[in-house]
């Protein structure tokens, strides 16, 4: 029997251990879906990256919008000048 896990949300900005992780199962590029054997090894680290990897049949949340992403209102003071 085997598993298929999609690589779903990019590993930048985790640990080293955490994209090692990502690399052993097998995954090269974001989006990849991959077919990996049922095993207690694959389905641990399936469950440590859980929030980057999808499991076929398994809720996977989509990740919310970064903070930083978030449109605000542009400051009065600078753009009062004409500027």
Request: hydrophobic share 30%.
């Amino acid at each position: 029997m085997s598993l298929s896990a999609t690589w779903r949300r990019s590993a930048i900005g985790y640990s080293e251990r955490t994209k090692a992780t990502v690399r052993s199962l097998g995954f090269r590029r974001l989006n990849q879906t991959r077919e990996l054997p049922d095993t207690p090894a694959v389905r641990g680290m399936l469950r440590r990256v859980a929030f980057l990897v999808a499991v076929e049949g398994e809720p996977f949340p989509e990740p919310r919008r970064a903070r930083y992403k978030t449109p605000r209102r542009r400051s009065a003071k600078k753009h009062s000048r004409g500027r």
